[in-house]
């Protein structure tokens, strides 16, 4: 496994995880007896934090019952000197999920938190504490910023296979120690029904977990949440989820294959046809399942801003909700695009306000590479190219709006990061190449999928002019996690220099592929 050291504040605040091991199980060292008793509300999908800022975070559990959410922090594992803070009354409304919003953190600092699940007739009985931990951002350059990426989960039959160690690729992505984790969408495979078994080249065999929500497609709320529970029952996930904070956005998976709104399905497998309903059922579990500060809001969107100190501000965008129908995508008007209008004038706002370096742009789909949507036979496109390397068409048009606002604006430090494509690669995007000329060059950076099928490399749209510097795919589609092609990235920003270093990995750690970025600069 390809590690390098790692930097001496991240030594210093992780000299205390060894006491801090069994992080996501729903065990903790010195907890008495009594907290194991029958009746006590128990969380056995361990804990998340999402969505940290320099003096913030969200704190996730799922109860197996009615319980009070409390959530104690302190600055060492042993809490001593612990602020407790009452959180939500959880129930069958959520799926039992809920949780707590941590003011008042202070920045740069490693924070140890534990989850009590309290009787609510009875806020004496607790059951067994669950801890995690998470590092705030910092509020200087000085220390800098890791964080690692990918997307895809248990997609094309690919579950949790126990014989192979569950989904392994979160331990390489933990031996890594990043500040945060970026999920850029497919979390779940809700069109994904999972067998038993299913054969692998060479006579072998792969074996998955089964659950009952996960041997049909996703329709109703009770199956959307399912899904998102069926990832939890992997070890490796939660000892995750209790180390490193997480960044979520979504995709299609999340709902159906290649979904747009106001799409009718064709597919027999579905009763319910209109995706609309499907998608409002799967937002509402994802909402559930995760710690995200802005679907906790009235406007109840998955686009926002995540500020992690001055080094680094990530715009997560949602290509999903708000794009028209999938198309040939060949108009020379698009009003809507991917983002929809009122999207694309935020993301403008919010990049031409940051003063963050490294402006990181999540999107759950990639620019340049050609994703075809064969769902009803039609010659449509999923994302943003559609094969034609001449001017904008399409969707095309929206992004060349945005590229050229980002020129002009002056904006520096712009980055894409995306998965979606289940294999991994670099492009760099130049108007010298490119049928559209007035932007300024920049890089986009794909990963995935985290334990999914992988698939061949997709065909570039010069439009951009982009041009792959690398790429490692397989030669066939939907090969298995069993036999690799499983990827992760991984930034880290130096707080002396701010270069910041993208680093594509294979699911063990190994290092493929380095580029290292000056601050400031275009055209690298």
């Known amino acids: ?27 903790a060292a010195g907890a008495a007896p009594a907290f194991a008793l029958s009746g006590r509300p128990r969380a056995g999908w361990g804990v998340q934090a999402g969505d940290v800022t320099t003096d913030s975070g969200l704190v996730w559990v799922r109860s197996d019952r009615p319980a009070r959410m409390i959530v104690e922090t302190a600055a060492t594992p042993s ?11 959880l129930g069958a409304d959520s799926d039992f ?31 067994e504490p669950v801890t995690g931990t998470f590092r705030t951002a910092s509020a200087t350059r000085r220390d800098g910023v890791r964080f690692v990426w990918s997307g895809d989960l248990a ?20 031996a890594l120690d990043p500040d945060f984790f970026l999920c850029s969408g497919d979390n779940i495979y809700a069109d994904g029904p999972l067998a038993a078994s299913a054969p692998l080249p060479g006579g072998r065999t792969w074996r998955n977990i089964t659950t009952e929500e996960k041997a049909k497609v996703a329709e109703t709320l009770a199956e959307f949440r399912g899904n998102f529970r069926y990832n939890l029952l992997d070890d490796n996930l939660r000892r995750f989820n209790a180390q490193v904070p997480s960044i979520v956005q979504w995709d299609d998976h999340e709902v159906t294959n290649n979904w747009y709104p106001g799409e009718i399905l064709g597919d027999a497998r579905y009763t319910e046809k209109d995706v609309d309903v499907l998608a409002a059922r799967a937002r509402r ?42 198309s040939p995508d060949d108009g020379t008007v698009d009003a809507q695009g991917i983002l929809g209008r009122e999207q694309l004038e935020w993301l403008k706002r919010e990049l031409a306000r940051s003063r963050a370096v490294w402006k990181v742009i999540a999107a759950d789909m990639p620019l340049g590479l050609v994703v075809p949507d064969a769902t009803d036979g039609e010659p449509n496109f999923e994302a943003v190219a559609q094969g034609d390397p001449g001017a904008p ?31 991994t690669s670099a492009q760099h995007y130049d108007p010298s190449r490119a049928a559209f000329k007035d932007f300024a060059p920049f890089w986009e950076f794909v990963s995935g999928p985290l334990n999914a099928g992988a698939f061949p490399a997709s065909a570039l749209d010069g439009t951009f002019g982009p041009d792959r510097v690398f790429v490692k795919a397989p030669a066939t589609a939907n090969v298995s996690p069993a036999d ?34 000056r601050p400031g600069l275009v055209g690298q």
């Open 155 to 174: 997609g094309q039959g690919w579950g949790i296979n126990p014989e192979l160690g569950g989904y392994r690729i979160y331990r390489a992505m933990a």
């Open 285 to 326: 579990a994802f909402s559930e399942y995760f710690p995200i500060t802005t679907l906790r809001r009235p406007s109840g969107r998955v686009h926002r801003v995540q500020r992690y100190g001055p080094l680094l501000d990530v715009f997560v965008l949602d290509m999903r909700t708000y794009r028209d129908a999938n």
């Open 393 to 423: 068409l399409g969707r095309e048009l929206q992004i060349a709006e945005l590229l050229r606002f980002v020129k002009h604006r002056r904006i520096t430090g712009t980055v894409w990061l995306t998965a979606d494509v289940h294999h």
């Open 484 to 517: 690799g092609y499983q990827f992760f990235g991984e930034v880290d920003i130096d707080g002396d220099s701010g270069e910041l270093t993208v680093r594509l990995r294979e699911q063990d750690g190994t290092v493929l592929f380095t580029k290292a970025l």
């Open 97 to 127: 999920t809920g949780t707590t919003r941590l003011h008042g953190l202070p920045a740069g600092e490693q924070i140890h938190y534990r989850v009590l699940l309290a009787d609510p007739d009875d806020p004496r009985r607790t059951g």
């Open 79 to 89: 809490f001593r000197d612990a602020r407790r803070r009452l959180g939500p009354l």
């Open 1 to 27: 496994m390809s590690l390098r050291p790692l930097p001496g504040r991240r030594s210093v605040l992780r000299g205390s995880l060894a006491a801090s091991a069994a992080l996501t199980l729903p065990v």
